[in-house]
Nanobody, 117 residues
Framework: QVQLVESGGGLAQAGGSLRLSCAASRSIFSTYVMGWYRRPPGKQRELVASITSTGITNYAGSVKGRFTISRDFAKNTVYLQMSSLKPEDTAVYYC???????????WGQGTQVTISS
């Protein structure tokens, strides 16, 4: 089992920045693909960014150039640096871990991000 605990959400103004953190209960980054998902109000959950065990990153088109996913092996923590925030970035953000080519195996509890205009 793996526990994922997110932190860093909150309220920010449009144009501002926030950094989300996701601490894993054990070392998994060399095996799992780590991802950040979000669920905007009234919408389905969507993939925001992911990073593979070899460091290959992938971003949704709506956040490319504004968000950066990274990880710290020593701290078992993955980050999502969010800049140039927009009101449409308002959502509950979830950290997730999956094996390559498989469905998500572990989810965090989610952290609310609210962007005011």
């Amino acid at each position: 089992q793996v526990q994922l605990v997110e932190s860093g959400g909150g309220l920010a103004q449009a144009g501002g920045s926030l950094r989300l953190s996701c601490a894993a209960s054990r070392s998994i980054f060399s095996t799992y693909v780590m991802g950040w998902y979000r669920r905007p109000p009234g919408k389905q959950r969507e993939l925001v960014a992911s990073i593979t065990s070899t460091g290959i990153t992938n971003y949704a088109g709506s956040v490319k150039g504004r968000f950066t996913i990274s990880r710290d092996f020593a701290k078992n923590t993955v980050y999502l640096q969010m800049s140039s925030l927009k009101p449409e970035d308002t959502a509950v953000y979830y950290c997730a871990a999956r094996m390559p080519l498989l469905e998500v195996a572990y989810w965090g509890q989610g952290t609310q991000v609210t962007i005011s205009s």
